[in-house]
């Protein structure tokens, strides 16, 4: 391919260098992975638990929500 533009590469060159950086920075990014620790199943449902929101007593809910923003939109203007 030596110093071809890259208007004067094949369709085919072009698709081996693309082809070429892909893998390069494929096998750049498996030596740069962070390790990521393991957790037990019971570990990610503790955490779950510890992070889940409770709407306050009485909220609506999600579809008194949505009920009650078609019922604005419906009333004449």
Known sequence: MGNKAVAELTVEELKAI????VDERLQQERHLSIPVKKRSLQEVMESVDR????PPAGSP??????????????QPM
């Open 18 to 21: 693309i082809a070429q950086v």
């Open 61 to 74: 809910t999600g579809s008194e929500m949505i009920i009650a923003e078609r019922e604005k939109w419906r």
């Open 51 to 54: 992070h889940r929101w409770t």
